[in-house]
């Protein structure tokens, strides 16, 4: 999903994040059976078949790959290195159109200056739920 370039339609976009959610969702069913009898999971095994098949049938949309921004980039040295700031921004790059670039250039700082994944989740998820009680705030 980090390379996924954003000149892909809205469609593609669903693709990869469908073929994503299930692949993780098969990952934690499996963490979850365990591998004791391997007999007793053919449908798990099923699982692991069709998730690698929609991978394969899904991987011409991300042609060519978007690049992932670096610890040697420069493009993040402008950015704040404090991690409630980068997360604020981050909510203020989602209020508006077309920050695809700098949402992803934030999120990439949080996680080189070492900052806790667990935090930028919990913003992330918090974006996704102020926008689902009907507005953006």
């Not at 693709?15 to 009898?37: P, S």
């Not at 203020?92 to 996680?111: E, K, S």
């Amino acid at each position: 999903m980090a390379r996924f370039g954003k000149a892909n339609e809205h469609s593609d976009w669903e693709t990869a994040h469908h073929v994503f959610t299930y692949a993780n969702a098969v990952h934690q069913i499996l963490a979850r059976i365990g591998t004791t009898d391997i007999d007793d999971h053919v449908p798990a095994i099923r699982c692991v078949l069709h998730g690698a098949m929609a991978l394969y049938v899904a991987r011409y949309l991300n042609v060519p790959p978007a690049r992932i921004p670096s610890e040697e980039s420069e493009q993040l040295d402008d950015l704040p290195i404090d991690g409630e700031t980068i997360r604020t921004a981050l909510l203020d790059a989602f209020d508006r159109q077309r920050q695809i670039d700098l949402a992803a250039r934030l999120a990439a700082r949080h996680q080189m200056v070492g900052h806790s994944p667990q935090a930028l989740i919990a913003t992330l998820a918090r974006a996704v739920l102020r926008k689902d009680e009907g507005g953006w705030n």
